[in-house]
């Protein structure tokens, strides 16, 4: 599993998650990745991040510390039931018919972390820039959708 952050800058260290995504874990690459970049890309602390509603993003430990940091960065809001429109979502679907394409198939788990992270690391900067840019026309669409699907 991969866990990474973009901004419309780029897209900053993918970390490799070796074991399940529980709470502490995720807490971890929180305070240990997401932390720093905010701090360095927002130091006024008008910085806002992105999360969905998987378990271990809504834990107790976890909103505790996202608490704790409300005046460094904020946590969007992501209502229950909501359409996934994580522009992240899109990088992974790009790696997913990369590594597809490419022939042989990896032989290991160790070839396949390494492919996916040099396909991570030369996605364009164009790409973060429209992804970050189109947010406000997908959330239009699917607000104007009441919720539903919708295909962008």
Wanted: charged content about 20%; glycine content about 4%.
């Amino acid at each position: 599993m991969l866990w990474g952050k973009f901004s419309w800058a780029a897209l900053r260290p993918v970390v490799v998650v070796e074991k399940t995504m529980e709470a502490a874990n995720y807490l971890n690459i929180i305070a240990d990745q997401l932390h720093p970049y905010m701090a360095f890309l927002f130091p006024t602390g008008n910085g806002i991040f992105q999360q969905d509603n998987a378990p271990c993003h809504k834990s107790r430990i976890v909103l505790e510390w996202f608490e704790e940091h409300t005046d460094e960065f904020h946590l969007m809001s992501w209502p229950p039931n909501s359409p996934d429109l994580k522009p992240i979502e899109h990088i992974w679907g790009v790696m997913e018919r990369q590594l597809r394409a490419q022939t042989p198939p990896c032989p290991n788990v160790s070839t396949l972390r390494n492919r996916c992270l040099d396909i991570c690391y030369n996605v364009s900067p164009v790409m973060y820039q429209t992804l970050v840019a189109s947010i406000p026309r997908r959330v239009a669409a699917v607000w104007k959708a009441k919720g539903g699907a919708k295909r962008y």
